[in-house]
C-alpha cells in the first residue's frame, strides 16, 4: 500500500470492551476453537466438535422457533428475520473464529449472535424491546452489538455493514493483531455497489477478511436468477483478482473446513476471499411475507433433503460417533437456555423513556 | 363558459365510476392508469415485478402490462435510481419504487447530482420526467431503519418536488400528477395509512379505508394538482400545517382537546402552496406545525420560517412544533417518540393560551 492514513485514535469502548473480561455467559461455550476440520486420521473430526456443533445449531434453531412464537404473541414487534435452515454457517464458521475476530452481518443476525456467545436472555430481551437488551431495547431485531463477543451488528440497511467489515480488516491490519473480519452479507445484498468498492479496497489493500455470502437463493421475493447476472456469486470477486469459492452451507463440517481455510489465506497477509455458502431459508423473510415466490414443495423437499441438523445427525450416525445420551443432554440443555431466555425476555422490564436521548452523542 | 363545462364533463368522463378504495389500491390503480395511457411509463424496483411488491403496489402490473413495463430491479438503489434518470432524460417516464425510505439514501447522490440539475446545467435541453415512489414514517414498529420522514433532505434540493398524500384520493391524483409533471417528484407515501387512517391512537383498531365515509376514488384518470394544498378540517382557533400520517393525528388531537382548528393538508411540500397556508393563519391568527421528522432542520423549520415572514402581525401567539424528537427513530419508544395526540393537544393549549 503506498499511503497510510494517520492512525486513528483508538475507539475506547471498543478498546475497553476488548480487555474488559468476558462475563461467563450463560449461553453454552463458544464452539470449539481451532479444532475446526481437524479430523482424527480418518478425514472427520472429533467427537466432542460434532456434539459442540450440534449444541449450537440445536441453540439457533430452538431460539428462532420460540422468537417466532413470541411475535405471534405480539410480544415481539416489527421486523424479525429467522435464520432457521442457514445454521450451519454461522456454527461452522465459528468455529473457525479465533479470539480478537470480528463477525459483522445485516439483518438476519440472532443465529450469529448466539453462535458467537452472545447471552440468549439478552438477545431475545432486544427483540421484544427491554432495557436488558444488548442495545437497551432501542435496536430491535436488526440492530444488535456485542463488542465484547466481537459481533458488530446487526445492521438493517442491506449490503451496509460490507465496507464496515473492509474497515474493520483495515485496522486489524494497521494494529497487526492477526485477526481477521468476517463479513457476511447475503445474495441479494451481493448486488449492492458499496459491495465492490469494499472488495477493490480489500484486495488493493490486502486487508484480511472473508467475505462470507450466503446465497439462501432468494432476496426478499425475488430469486437469484431474477436479481444477478452472474449468479455464481463465489465469482463476483475474479476482476478484483479474490480468490472465491463455493461452499455446501448445510453442511458444517464442510462450512468450516473452507472457513478455516479462508481464514487462515487472510490471516497470513494474503489478502481477501470470498465464500459462497449455498443455504437455503425455511421461514419467510421475515414475519409477514405472503411467501408467493415459492412453492410449499421446494422448502419441503430442502427439510426433508439437506437440513443442517438432520445432516449432521447422519454423519455421526456414520461414523458411529452418535451418542445419544450426549444429545438428549443437549436437547434438555437447549430447551431449558431458551425456555429461560423467552421468559426473562417477557417478564425484563422496558427501558426507560429517559433513556430515549441516550448514545445520541459521546455525552448527554 | 360553455367551453368549461364541456372539460369538466370530458374530466368526470376520464374519470369514471368512484368506488372505495385503500391506499395501495389507489395507487395501484393510478399506475395501471398510467402505463395504459403512456406508453412512456415503466416501474420498476426491487420486488415490484413478480412478487408485486412488498406492499403489494404493483400487484397484477406485470402480468397486465408484460415485463418490458414492470419489473424487477437488483437491491441496488443507486443504480435504480441513476439507470430512471438516464431513461428520463431520453424522454422515458420511469417511476421507480424505493422500497422504504430509508433505503433511498444509496441513491441520494443521483437524485441530488443528476436528477435535479441536468434541466439547469442543460439550459433545458433535458429533463427528468422520473417519479419515486417510496414508503416513509413510522408507527410500525420498524426501528431506526424502517420508520425514518426524509421528506425535508428533499425539499432542500432545488429542482426537485416533494409530495406526501394523507388519503387515497390524494395519492392517486398526485402520482398521476407526478408522472406527467416533467421535473423530477419523489412521494412518500405514509405506510401506516395504506390500510386506513391512523389518528395516533395506537390501541384503536384501524378502520379500513373501504369503512371510511366519503372515501371514494375514481377508477379511471384525474389528477390533483401539485402545489396545492388541501383543508382538512375548517376551523377557527388555530391552524395546524400537517402532511402525511400527521393530518389525521392533528384533526383527532383538536377534537380531544376541544380546540376549533384548522387543519391544512399541504400535499406537496415542493411546491408549497404559501398562499392556503397564509389565508388560514391570517384567519386564525395561531399556527402549530407537526411532523415526524426530527426536528432540528426538519421541514417545520422552513414552515415557522415562512408563517413569521407572511403572517407576523397577525400572530397572536409563538409558533409552536410538534415533531419527532432529534434521535434515531428507537425500537422500544415507538409512542414516546411519535408525536401523537397527547403532544399536538398540549401544543394546541399553549397557543390558545397565549
Ligand atoms: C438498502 C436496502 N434496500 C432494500 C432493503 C429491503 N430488504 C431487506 S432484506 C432484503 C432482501 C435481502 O436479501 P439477501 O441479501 O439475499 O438476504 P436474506 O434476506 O436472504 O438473508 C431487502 C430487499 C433494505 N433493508 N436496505
Ligand atoms: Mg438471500
Redesign the interface.
Known amino acids: 500500500m503506498a499511503r497510510t492514513p494517520a492512525k486513528p485514535a483508538a475507539n475506547a469502548t471498543a478498546a475497553k470492551a476488548a480487555s474488559a473480561k468476558k462475563p461467563a455467559a450463560k449461553a453454552p461455550a463458544t464452539a470449539k476453537k481451532a479444532a475446526a476440520g481437524k479430523s482424527e486420521g480418518n478425514g472427520w473430526p472429533d467427537k466432542g466438535q460434532l456434539l459442540d456443533w450440534y449444541r449450537h445449531m440445536l441453540l439457533i434453531r430452538r431460539f428462532e422457533e420460540r422468537a417466532g412464537q413470541l411475535y405471534g404473541m405480539g410480544l415481539i414487534g416489527g421486523f424479525c428475520h429467522l435464520y432457521i435452515g442457514q445454521e450451519a454457517i454461522a456454527v461452522g464458521m465459528q468455529s473457525v473464529k479465533k479470539t480478537g475476530d470480528q463477525v459483522i452481518t445485516g439483518y438476519r443476525d440472532h443465529g450469529h449472535m448466539l453462535a458467537a456467545g452472545m447471552d440468549p436472555k439478552e438477545v431475545m430481551a432486544e427483540l421484544t424491546g427491554r432495557a436488558a437488551g444488548s442495545a437497551h431495547g432501542k435496536g430491535g431485531s436488526m440492530h444488535m452489538f456485542d463488542v465484547q463477543a466481537g459481533f458488530y451488528g446487526g445492521h438493517g440497511i442491506v449490503g451496509g455493514q460490507v465496507p464496515l467489515g473492509a474497515g474493520l480488516a483495515f485496522a486489524n491490519r494497521y494494529r497487526d493483531n492477526k485477526a481477521v473480519s468476517f463479513t457476511y452479507f447475503g445474495d441479494g445484498a451481493a448486488n449492492q455497489g458499496q459491495v465492490y468498492e469494499a472488495f477493490n479496497m480489500a484486495e488493493l489493500w490486502k486487508l484480511p477478511v472473508v467475505f462470507i455470502i450466503e446465497n439462501n437463493q432468494y432476496a426478499m421475493g425475488t430469486s437469484v436468477e431474477r436479481a444477478s447476472a452472474e449468479t455464481h456469486l463465489h465469482k463476483r470477486g475474479i476482476s478484483f483478482g479474490i480468490p472465491g469459492e463455493e461452499v455446501d452451507g448445510m453442511d458444517v463440517q464442510a462450512v468450516a473446513e473452507a472457513g478455516a481455510k479462508a481464514a487462515e489465506y487472510a490471516r497470513s497477509g494474503k489478502g481477501p476471499y470470498i465464500l459462497e455458502m449455498k443455504t437455503y431459508r425455511y421461514r419467510g423473510h421475515s414475519m409477514s411475507d405472503p411467501a408467493k415466490y415459492r412453492t410449499r414443495e421446494e422448502v419441503d423437499e430442502v427439510r426433508k433433503t439437506r437440513d443442517p441438523i438432520d445432516h449432521l445427525r447422519e454423519k455421526m450416525e456414520a461414523m458411529g460417533a452418535t451418542d445419544e445420551e450426549a444429545m438428549k443432554a443437549i436437547d434438555a440443555e437447549v430447551k431449558k437456555i431458551v425456555a429461560d431466555a423467552a421468559e426473562f425476555a417477557r417478564t425484563a422490564p422496558e427501558p426507560d423513556p429517559s433513556e430515549l436521548y441516550t448514545d445520541v452523542y459521546a455525552e448527554a | 363558459m360553455n367551453a368549461q363545462i364541456e372539460k369538466t364533463a370530458a374530466a368526470a368522463d376520464e374519470a369514471g365510476k368512484s368506488i372505495p378504495m385503500n391506499m395501495i389500491q389507489s395507487i395501484n390503480s393510478g399506475l395501471d392508469v398510467m402505463l395504459g395511457r403512456d406508453p412512456n411509463c415503466l416501474i420498476f424496483g ?2 415490484v ?4 411488491g ?1 406492499f403489494r403496489a404493483t400487484e397484477g402490473l406485470q402480468k397486465k402490462h408484460g415485463l418490458n413495463r414492470c419489473f ?5 438503489e ?2 435504480i435510481i441513476g439507470s430512471a434518470i438516464g431513461m428520463a432524460a431520453y424522454g422515458l417516464r420511469p417511476i421507480v419504487e424505493i422500497q422504504f425510505a ?2 433511498i ?2 441513491g441520494y447522490d443521483q437524485i441530488v447530482s443528476e436528477a435535479a440539475r441536468i434541466r439547469y446545467r442543460s439550459a433545458g435541453d433535458f429533463t427528468v420526467p422520473m417519479t419515486i415512489r417510496t414508503p416513509y414514517g413510522g408507527g ?7 420508520s425514518q420522514s426524509p421528506e425535508a433532505l428533499f425539499t432542500h434540493i432545488a429542482g426537485m418536488k416533494t409530495v406526501i398524500p394523507s388519503n387515497p384520493y390524494d395519492a392517486k391524483g398526485l402520482l398521476i400528477a407526478a408522472i406527467e409533471s416533467d421535473d423530477p417528484v419523489v412521494i412518500f407515501e405514509p405506510k401506516r395509512l395504506y390500510n386506513g387512517p391512523f389518528d395516533g391512537y395506537p390501541d384503536k383498531p384501524v378502520t379500513p379505508w373501504q369503512k371510511v365515509e366519503g372515501n371514494l376514488v375514481p377508477e379511471g384518470y384525474y389528477t390533483v394538482p401539485l402545489g396545492k394544498a388541501r383543508i382538512a378540517r375548517e376551523g377557527a382557533d388555530c391552524t395546524i400545517l400537517a402532511y402525511g400520517t400527521m393530518v389525521h393525528v392533528a384533526i383527532a388531537s383538536a377534537e380531544a382537546v376541544g380546540v376549533d382548528a384548522e387543519v391544512v393538508d399541504l400535499r406537496s411540500l415542493a411546491p408549497l402552496d404559501i398562499e392556503t397556508i397564509e389565508a388560514s393563519v391570517k384567519k386564525t391568527g395561531r399556527c402549530v406545525i407537526v411532523h415526524e421528522a426530527t426536528r432540528t432542520s426538519g421541514f417545520g423549520a422552513e414552515l415557522s420560517a415562512l408563517v413569521q415572514e407572511h403572517c407576523f402581525y397577525h400572530l397572536e401567539a409563538p409558533i409552536e412544533r410538534v415533531t419527532g ?4 427513530y ?5 409512542w ?2 411519535f408525536p401523537g395526540p397527547k403532544r399536538v393537544g398540549a401544543a394546541l393549549k399553549r397557543v390558545m393560551e397565549d
Do not use: M, R, S
Open positions: 426491487e420486488d415485478g413478480y412478487f408485486g412488498v424487477d430491479a437488483p437491491i441496488n443507486c443504480g430509508d433505503y439514501y444509496p410500525i414498529f420498524g426501528g431506526q431503519t424502517h424528537w432529534d434521535t434515531p428507537p425500537h422500544a419508544f415507538e414516546e417518540y
